[in-house]
């Protein structure tokens, strides 16, 4: 579907003019575009983050990889996995701990991100592409301020239900 194709949001409404919707509506629109840019290479946004981070981090851990990308060591691992099955990412021993494995791209990961990189960055101007170019590095201070502001909050799982513990439903047929 093309951009002139899809239906447009419309305004904000007065209500929903609080940060936690305008947050939400935002990761939405940041999502849709990036992903124009990585499902044609069947990546994922935090996929690409993964090569990213290990473009600038070669030899990071997958913990500190999970912890790079805001995400759970499980999602982490499970996304490795996917990227190693690929050929883009390889594990290897960690020089001084045997149960951890250092990540680095392949050649073929290296290759992938390099050239998805320009179109990636020509996403993040279309994000902000509403803004003058000072209110775009505004926006992103402030939300950079933000969020490092609410670290506590700002981690894996924060938000989700709890799981329920408790007596199981009735049986189903």
Not at 7 to 24: D, E, I, K, T, Y
Not at 84 to 96: E, F
């Amino acid at each position: 579907m093309s951009a002139s194709e899809r239906r447009p949001a419309g305004p904000v409404p007065p209500g929903h003019r609080v940060p936690s919707f305008l947050a939400f509506r935002f990761h939405q629109l940041c999502l849709g575009i990036m992903a124009e840019v990585l499902a044609p290479e069947a990546l994922k946004w935090g996929e690409y983050g993964a090569l990213t981070a290990l473009d600038a981090e070669p030899g990071v851990d997958q913990q500190g990889l999970a912890a790079r990308l805001g995400i759970d060591k499980v999602s982490a691992g499970q996304m490795v996995d996917r990227l190693a099955a690929r050929g883009l990412v390889s594990r290897d021993p960690h020089p001084t701990d045997r149960r951890a494995r250092v990540l680095h791209l392949t050649p073929e990961g290296l290759a992938l991100r390099r050239r998805l990189q320009p179109a990636a960055l020509a996403a993040q101007d279309r994000i902000l592409a509403p803004l003058r170019p000072e209110e775009r590095v505004l926006l992103v201070e402030l939300l950079a301020r933000v969020v490092e502001g609410h670290a506590a909050y700002a981690r894996p799982g924060n938000g989700r239900s709890r799981p329920r513990r408790g007596p199981p439903g009735p049986p189903t047929a």
